[in-house]
Each structure stands twice: as structure tokens, then as C-alpha cells.
């Protein structure tokens, strides 16, 4: 059930939309992120592996 928002309901639902926006982008650098510590650990414990 969507509530009458009135004059409010641009402000409102752009409001959300942005929100939900910068929540994705978030979403995406934080897996971005992951990938790029997860490929340099494992350059470092290979490394690690054939030095010794």
C-alpha cells in the first residue's frame, strides 16, 4: 500500500530513488574492493609459497 504523499511525493520518491542508488554503488565498490584485496593476498601468499 503506497501512502498519499501529496505535494511531498517528487521529494519523496526521488529521495528514495537516490537512496537506493548510492546503496548499489556501495554495493558494487565494496565487491570491487573484495576482488582486488582477495588478488593481491593471493599474489602475496604465492609469494610467500615459492620463496620459502
Do not use: C, F, H, N
Not at 2 to 25: F, Q, R, T
Not at 37 to 52: A, F, N, P
Request: cysteine-free; charged content about 25%.
Amino acid at each position: 500500500m503506497i501512502p498519499d504523499l501529496g505535494k511531498y511525493a517528487g521529494a519523496v520518491l526521488s529521495s528514495y530513488a537516490i537512496s537506493l542508488a548510492l546503496l548499489a554503488v556501495l554495493v558494487v565498490l565494496s565487491l570491487w574492493r573484495a576482488a582486488r584485496v582477495r588478488r593481491q593476498l593471493e599474489e602475496v601468499e604465492s609469494r610467500r609459497t615459492s620463496d620459502g
